[in-house]
């Protein structure tokens, strides 16, 4: 049973382009969440996903990004107009049912140039 | 507004020992904790959990302890072996089991376990 599939592992972008980070929960899995490391910081979170249904963004900034989780496929994190600031270790978990522990993925580490 | 602290960055101990991890909180709403640990270049790893209505939960080596009063909880590790070395990770949810709602985590503490 696979874990939590995060891809790309590593991915760099200039300025002004977008990243688009791709997260399959393990098999089972409806509940998607998404977390965002800067370093030296702990995990914040970004937003909370169903399928098909975006549960809680209340941790997404207000532009530039946004995620789903269609009804087939994995869910997307997609970043618009990259800056520097946006340079962090994303982290993507699903968990079974309400209250089910997570299982995180390994993570996309994003670097914008 | 940090609502997850964890004042220590590093902590060292030697194999064997205890090594214990602590965690503040200023969030009263605040009614499940959870700790993790992290590996370089891995995902974290759910390691044990607490409900705010437990003191005590225990797993193997493994202790969490929770003091509501002072909003403090720690993590013992008895005994410490060197694969234990990683960050360490408190989290914070308000109603977990219910809305299944997002975790606050701490910034993390450093252990390393010496040989």
């Known amino acids: 049973n696979a874990g939590v599939m995060q891809n790309p592992r590593h991915l760099v972008r200039r300025r002004g382009q977008e990243a688009r980070l791709r997260c399959s929960p393990m098999?089972?899995?409806?509940?998607v969440y998404w977390y965002r490391q800067l370093p030296e910081e702990g995990l914040k979170f970004m937003v909370y996903l169903q399928k098909e249904n975006i549960i809680d963004e209340s941790g997404m900034p207000k532009e530039r990004f946004s995620a789903e989780f269609p009804k087939e496929g994995p869910s997307i994190l997609r970043i618009q107009q990259v800056v520097r600031g946006d340079s962090a270790a994303y982290f993507c978990a699903s968990s079974p049912r309400t209250g089910g522990y997570y299982t995180f993925g390994s993570g996309t580490r994003l670097t914008v140039v | 507004d940090q609502q997850v602290k964890q004042n220590s960055p590093s902590l060292s101990v030697q194999e064997g020992r205890i090594s214990i991890l602590n965690c503040d909180y200023t969030?009263?709403?605040?009614?499940?904790f959870l700790w993790y640990k992290k590996y370089p270049a891995e995902g974290p790893t759910f390691l044990i959990s607490?409900?705010?209505?437990?003191d005590k939960n225990e797993d193997g080596r493994f202790t969490v302890f929770l003091n509501k009063s002072a909003k403090h909880l720690s993590l013992h590790i008895v005994p410490s072996q060197p694969g234990d070395s990683a960050v360490y990770f408190c989290?914070?949810?308000?109603?977990?089991?219910?809305?299944?709602?997002?975790?606050?985590f701490g910034e993390g503490t450093q252990l390393t376990v010496n040989p």
């Open positions: 969030n009263s709403m605040f009614d499940y």
């Open positions: 607490i409900s705010s209505i437990k």
């Open positions: 989290a914070a949810s308000v109603g977990w089991e219910t809305s299944g709602s997002r975790l606050t």
């Open positions: 098999k089972g899995h409806s509940h």
